[in-house]
């Protein structure tokens, strides 16, 4: 049985209160939250003890879960680790790079298992390809979004763009050649809308275009590799290849087109999308880790190498970005 503390119980955390009840093999001993009303709000609804106490929870539970806004991440991530605590944080690992690679040392050292909360890698619409052979050499991503204050107290590179970031870097085998970026802060000061172009030594090229003042929500992200074109929908759950048809390809839909290399026969195919829920997936995922031993799936080095190129796209739009008036 794993005993789980949860810091932070508002909009998002809540969600992570409501899965972490229904894996099993796992307890929740109780929550920590600053906040008065949310926190007997949550107290009645969920029948779980306050804990008026950071340290006190930590103690009382083998892993935290935490939900907490980003500069409070470091502070918590930190006095768990020291106390030999499992730790899973939600995306971004951390506020600044110097706190990521202090947690990752630390991490290190203590041998803890920690995971961090990029949830897109257990979207439905991405375990739909799981198993295929992936080598994209063009990358397309467009995550739009509403505004929405909650999260903005980061740029919408570290509020959305790390999603695909992440995803990106978990594709791409390559090192990071070089990154061009330019943003507009539009309603916060700092970016609200960013368009950046990511070059790796193998020759992929990743266009991510991110806006948290759209008018309309989009989580999309378009891969090409030689033969094949792949479509992930994040927000529709939804899946799309297209290739060169292989002979043991069935129950496809498939045309013919002619080439200058000849006839070739294209396989149109939606690959099944599983019915599972992204955050209940990534917490056991984290449980499983901690109760066999093995490594988890987001580890702190992910959550640190997405930070790195993110706070690279920061550092390249810099001085340039243009401002509100």
């Known amino acids: 049985m794993l005993k789980v503390g949860v810091f932070g119980v508002g909009h998002l955390g809540k969600y992570h209160l409501n899965n972490w009840k229904e894996i099993a093999g796992t307890e929740i001993v109780g929550f920590y939250d600053p906040d008065d009303n949310t926190s007997k709000a949550v107290a009645d609804t969920y029948q779980l003890p306050r804990f008026l106490d950071d340290d006190a929870l930590i103690d009382a539970c083998d892993a935290i879960d935490v939900v907490a806004p980003t500069n409070f991440h470091f502070e918590i991530c930190e006095k768990a680790i020291k106390k030999g605590k499992h730790v899973f944080v939600e995306k971004p690992l951390a506020n600044t790079m110097e706190e990521a690679w202090q947690l990752v040392k630390l991490a290190a050292e203590s041998g803890i298992k920690f995971q961090v909360g990029h949830v897109e890698r257990f979207n439905p619409a991405f375990l739909a390809i799981k198993g295929m052979v992936l080598s994209p050499m063009f990358i397309e991503v467009h995550r739009l979004a509403q505004f929405n204050p909650r999260g903005s107290e980061v740029s919408v590179i570290l509020d959305l763009m790390i999603h695909d970031i992440d995803i990106i870097l978990?594709?791409?085998k390559s090192d990071v050649k070089s990154i061009s970026a330019n943003g507009v802060a539009v309603m916060t000061d700092t970016p609200d809308i960013a368009n950046v172009r990511i070059e790796f030594n193998n020759g992929c090229v990743a266009n991510l275009t991110s806006s948290r003042i759209s008018m309309k929500k989009m989580r999309k992200i378009r891969l090409f590799q030689k033969d094949a074109y792949i479509g992930i929908d994040f927000l529709n759950k939804k899946t799309e290849i297209i290739k060169l048809k292989e002979p043991q390809d069935s129950n496809v839909f498939a045309f013919d087109i002619e080439t200058p290399n000849g006839k070739k026969t294209i396989a149109m195919a939606n690959p099944a999308i599983p019915e599972v829920n992204a955050i209940?997936?990534?917490?056991?995922?984290?449980?499983?880790?901690?109760?066999?031993?093995?490594?988890?799936?987001?580890?702190?080095?992910?959550?640190l190498m997405a930070m790195e190129v993110a706070h690279q796209i920061l550092e390249k739009i810099g001085n340039n970005i243009i401002t509100r008036q």
């Open 280 to 303: 209940k997936e990534e917490l056991t995922a984290f449980k499983n880790a901690v109760l066999s031993n093995t490594k988890t799936p987001v580890t702190e080095v992910d959550g």
């Open 170 to 172: 978990s594709l791409v």
